[in-house]
């Protein structure tokens, strides 16, 4: 069975995120492209735009001094320009551990992720870590 385009697209990602592949992941968004990232710490907003996208996930190795780690267990899609990803990250920071469950809800126009909402498993701790 062939893997559909769009979950090829966010294996893609994924891969390069992993590597710290920014150059490949910035070919992968719309330059518009928005990355929603929830709650109340100081990671939290709207990342509109590669730059500003690419900025974020520079932050989230350097505060973690590189600790920051992912790793996916699905990818699900639904034919209409949505894909669904679960992994679990875990990172170190200031002298704190997170290991938990997120998933990234990607909506794909063309070849390309125009907007990535992120969800964490819980929201008190994501908080807690990034305080």
């Known amino acids: ?14 891969d390069a995120f992993t590597r710290g592949d920014m150059d ?3 070919g992968l968004m719309s330059s518009d ?5 929830p709650g109340d710490n100081p990671l939290s907003g709207d990342y509109k735009g590669q730059d500003s996208i690419l900025d974020m996930y ?15 267990s699905h990818i699900l ?3 209409r320009g949505h894909a669904v ?5 875990t990172a170190e920071r200031n002298g704190k551990r997170i290991e938990q469950n997120g998933c990234l809800i990607f909506r794909i126009v063309g070849d390309k992720f125009t907007d990535i ?15």
């Open 85 to 89: 990803s679960v992994h679990r990250y």
């Open 24 to 26: 490949t992941l910035r």
């Open 58 to 72: 520079r932050r989230l190795f350097e505060e973690t001094d590189g600790t920051f780690s992912v790793a996916m």
């Open 33 to 37: 492209c928005t990355h929603h990232v």
């Open 1 to 14: 069975m062939t893997e559909h385009p769009n979950a090829a697209l966010v294996r893609k990602g994924y």
């Open 117 to 131: 909402d992120e969800c964490q498993e819980d929201m008190e701790k994501e908080s807690e870590f990034w305080a």
């Open 77 to 79: 899609v639904d034919g």
